[in-house]
């Protein structure tokens, strides 16, 4: 398999067909394009995720304790409900810091104290090949009314497009904290590069749109970045979506740092951009204003197809996201640690 999240063509011939027994109770399965599933409680609704544990201590532990967190409940909060409950597995090296863990945990009950949610269960152990990044795994839980949950099933033609922040956003914020002195760069763009890292969260955009109402579906553009999302936001509805390039919000930072870097920031990783459709853009966006999120209505739902200035957008199969942080780093380890 490639690096990152299966393509569709794996999740179509070894996901779809073996997702156990039918019940009555799911309200959404495992969808391309969906964020998370969700089960019908009866007089509430409750919807679900699970996501890697990725401390990445480059970042420093506080914020790479914030990143991790926030990589655990993004995608629950696509459903516009506020993530309520938190399952946590650790599965950390032998030699993990007991220092450095135990602050990662303060963080995460910071962060969800902070959201009015609890961690519920779990398990913490330490084991031989497990080491950081990738420590574990969380499944992110919101337990809501039925009126309030968004699906992302719900666009059809003729709503509008919305995208907050822009393209590039998890990768211009990570690669300008960990490497921002090695990117030839004036300090100032580093610095407002570096402030891109604590937007890589969905979750204040996806509950102040979720709450105007006018929001039919909603989707994090991840890994492939805002290319990928927009594929798939349109995929999970069976639609097609036609947006304006330059109608885009652009963050301070990201085309400066991709510049930098070589790499198209559409298809570059992108945590904490969300593109949605609603019946109507406009109390989505203030809504998002009044929040201080960056957001515009980016272009339209159609029948079918996915463009940019009325040009087939291809799907981009691979992130330049990861390659450049490996470079990067290989950089700085042919330097040494005196460099």
């Not at 509950?207 to 970045?225: C, K, N, P, S």
């Not at 798939?232 to 919000?249: C, F, K, T, Y």
């Not at 945590?271 to 009044?290: E, F, N």
């Not at 960056?294 to 197809?305: H, I, K, L, Q, W």
């Amino acid at each position: 398999m490639d690096h990152g999240k299966a393509s569709r063509e794996f999740f179509d011939r070894h996901v779809a067909p073996n997702l156990g027994a039918e019940r009555d109770d799911v309200l959404l399965g495992p969808t391309h394009g969906a964020d998370f599933g969700a089960l019908d409680l009866g007089d509430r609704v409750l919807a679900l995720a699970s996501d890697p544990l990725f401390v990445l201590g480059d970042l420093g532990v506080r914020d790479a304790a914030w990143f991790a967190f926030h990589i655990a409940v993004s995608d629950v909060a696509l459903s516009g409900l506020p993530p309520t409950h938190l399952a946590v597995d650790w599965n950390l090296p032998l030699d993990a810091d007991p220092a450095f863990v135990g602050e990662v945990f303060s963080v995460f009950d910071a962060e969800a104290r902070d959201l009015g949610a609890s961690i519920v269960t779990g398990h913490t152990g330490a084991y031989e090949d497990c080491s950081f990044p990738t420590v574990g795994g969380a499944t992110a839980l919101a337990l809501g009314d039925h009126s309030d949950l968004v699906l992302p099933t719900g666009a059809t033609p003729g709503d509008r497009v919305v995208v907050t922040k822009g393209p590039a956003i998890e990768t211009v914020g990570v690669v300008a904290s960990v490497f921002g002195d090695r990117l030839d760069l004036p300090e100032e763009t580093v610095n407002r590069a570096r402030d891109r890292l604590r937007d890589a969260s969905p979750v204040r955009d996806a509950l102040a749109a979720a709450a105007t109402g006018e929001v039919t579906a909603m989707h994090d553009a991840t890994e492939r970045g805002l290319a990928n999302g927009l594929h798939e936001l349109a995929a999970a509805s069976g639609v097609g979506v036609d947006i304006a390039r330059d109608a885009v919000p652009v963050s301070p930072g990201v085309r400066e740092v991709c510049d930098a870097l070589g790499i198209d920031p559409w298809t570059a990783s992108s945590s904490g951009t969300v593109v949605l459709a609603a019946r109507d853009s406009m109390p989505v966006v203030d809504a998002l204003a009044d929040e201080g999120i960056p957001a515009a209505d980016a272009g339209r739902v159609t029948e079918s197809g996915v463009r940019v200035d009325g040009s087939p957008l291809p799907e981009p199969d691979s992130d330049p996201f990861w390659p450049a942080y490996a470079d990067l780093r290989n950089r700085d380890d042919r330097r040494g640690p005196n460099a």
